[in-house]
């Protein structure tokens, strides 16, 4: 990924480190990025996604919103495995102690302290760790939609998920979206979409409101010496 290798980031996650599933025993098991249990773990090195849409067939329902999805959870799981990280032994058990500008104690409590529940803004540094991998994921698999020219699905679900994974979701428009999705998995899916992007997307767009320059071009803008090579 040439964007990625503009930060310095050189070596993407292994795919034979990628598991993808696309079966459950749960009936209606709807799946995605938002799917519980999905993502990427830190002590393994390993990514586990799930296909997005009904988790009952091998090909998927929605073929090009499922490998968007696919690509956006890729490339998310590529920064946190990028990103620095050192562990220690405490008591026998592998304690994180740093992943990227996120710091712990050997106790496993974070020395950024957690956010208010229910707060528009951050200071939680683990936070920003997903929101920094996240806003990148979703600025690729934009860039991806509008190269081939992904139209909007016309159902609601898939309407909105297009719009989640390329950053273009509107705040607040997911959570009336909820109470629409057919059956409880893909409301729950919904719910969780909404949670994420609450909790974790407008929050981080939020603190790069703070950062010198507005945010875009600093953060998120590869060095003029990588752009150059």
């Not at 104690?105 to 974070?110: F, T």
């Amino acid at each position: 990924m040439r964007r990625y290798a503009g930060y310095g980031l050189v070596k993407m996650l292994p795919l034979d480190r990628v598991l993808v599933g696309c079966d459950s025993l749960r009936t209606g098991a709807f799946g995605g990025f938002h799917h519980p249990d999905q993502g990427y773990r830190h002590l393994q090195m390993m990514a586990v996604i799930t296909m997005y849409g009904p988790l009952e067939r091998r090909s998927p329902e929605r073929p090009a919103l499922a490998l968007l999805d696919l690509l956006r959870a890729y490339a998310h799981d590529c920064r946190h495995y990028g990103s620095r990280r050192r562990h220690v032994e405490v008591a026998g058990v592998p304690v994180r102690t740093q992943y990227g500008i996120n710091f712990r104690r050997p106790s496993g409590q974070s020395y950024s302290a957690a956010g208010q529940r229910g707060t528009g803004h951050t200071g939680t540094l683990g936070i920003v760790m997903e929101g920094a991998c996240d806003r990148e994921a979703r600025a690729i698999t934009r860039r991806t939609t509008e190269r081939f020219g992904v139209t909007e699905p016309s159902d609601v679900l898939g309407s909105l998920t297009l719009r989640d994974v390329t950053g273009t979701l509107a705040g607040g428009e997911a959570a009336c979206v909820v109470d629409l999705a057919e059956g409880e998995e893909q409301m729950r899916y919904a719910a969780a979409l909404s949670d994420y992007g609450r909790g974790v997307n407008r929050r981080y767009s939020r603190f790069l409101e703070f950062a010198p320059g507005g945010g875009e071009r600093v953060p998120h803008a590869p060095s003029r010496r990588h752009r150059q090579r």
